[in-house]
């Protein structure tokens, strides 16, 4: 498998000269039905207005280089855009707006697409999660969403494919990045553990924060992103298969997620891999997640063996 292309759509909040959130509306061209070409940075790059943000397309990059190029032009095309009223850009992922920004029809504007949780599917089978409506909190997010375009899979299926990398996205990304920049509110909405949508070219990816758009960022995102790419090719088909093959509820906690990661790579035939990759590997070794798992597995055993004397002394009257 070999990841061609990796593309983004990031939303940017704005700042106004005190520091303070500010609608991004009055200042965006274009939008997600009409988005508008960006003729300064030249062929796909689009601008368009998304709730009380801006968000911005790149064309697909193929090197990290030029990933690496094309968000910080268009990051600094939008910065530039809103440093000409003495606004700025915020860094961050989750802004909490006053309400009279957040009391417009922009403000309550929320997409209307459905998304995919890798989580609550599995094998091929696609369980799809109506998008967030945040009408009732006083905080909008900002998302860098993800696109990657891949060749020659090892999952015939591009569903289930899509589910695979949409999961270990979590793994190499998101979770790390939750370390980096904790956002909760990210986790709560847009950005929920797997959120990922299916293309024809690939997988979109949903979870990160627009935080990781700054320049110093971007060439970790890459490389986090080509460790999927490392770690689908290296392990066996039969572990990779065993990365899709149950559905997991996951709350919103990084240990209730990594635990689940925990529980699937306990199946794994081969374990030996994980010693190359340090987020398995630190994962894997902690403690608190194996006595978490051992008294799981005593708890079963035990309800079983109940389960069985009660089935037998009711066969027995």
């Not at 990290?64 to 000409?84: C, D, M, P, T």
Request: proline fraction near 5%; include cysteine; charged fraction near 25%.
């Amino acid at each position: 498998m070999k990841f061609i292309t990796i593309g983004a759509d990031p939303e940017f909040f704005v700042l106004d000269p005190k520091g303070q959130p500010y609608p991004a509306t009055k200042l965006a061209k274009g939008t997600k039905d009409d988005p508008i070409l960006i003729e300064s940075l030249g062929p796909g790059f689009y601008e368009q207005r998304d709730n009380l943000s801006f968000e911005g397309n790149i064309p697909p990059a193929s090197t990290k280089e030029e990933f690496i190029k094309n968000i910080s032009s268009l990051r600094n095309y939008f910065a530039n855009k809103v440093g000409n009223f003495e606004y700025s850009l915020s860094n961050n992922g989750v802004e909490y707006f006053v309400k009279r920004y957040l009391n417009t029809a922009e403000g309550m504007e929320f997409g209307c697409s459905s998304v995919v949780s890798s989580w609550d599917s599995h094998h091929s089978r696609l369980q799809e999660r109506p998008t967030p409506n945040l009408r009732k909190v006083p905080f909008r997010v900002a998302g860098f969403h993800v696109h990657i375009g891949y060749i020659d899979p090892i999952i015939s299926s591009r569903e289930e494919m899509a589910i695979c990398i949409g999961r270990l996205f979590d793994l190499f990304v998101t979770i790390p990045s939750q370390k980096l920049k904790p956002e909760p509110e990210r986790i709560r909405t847009y950005g929920r553990w797997g959120m990922i949508r299916v293309k024809s070219y690939g997988v979109e990816c949903r979870t990160l924060s627009s935080y990781f758009t700054q320049t110093e960022h971007l060439g970790w995102v890459w490389d986090q992103i080509m460790k999927i790419q490392d770690f689908v090719n290296k392990i066996d088909k039969e572990d990779l298969l065993t990365i899709t093959a149950n559905n997991h509820f996951p709350g919103d906690s990084i240990s209730d997620i990594e635990y689940i990661f925990y529980t699937i790579f306990e199946r794994f035939k081969n374990k030996e891999i994980f010693k190359e990759f340090n987020e398995i590997k630190q994962l894997y070794e902690t403690e608190e997640y194996k006595k978490r798992h051992e008294n799981y597995n005593k708890y079963r055993s035990a309800n079983y063996y109940t389960n069985t004397r009660s089935y037998t002394v009711s066969e027995t009257f």
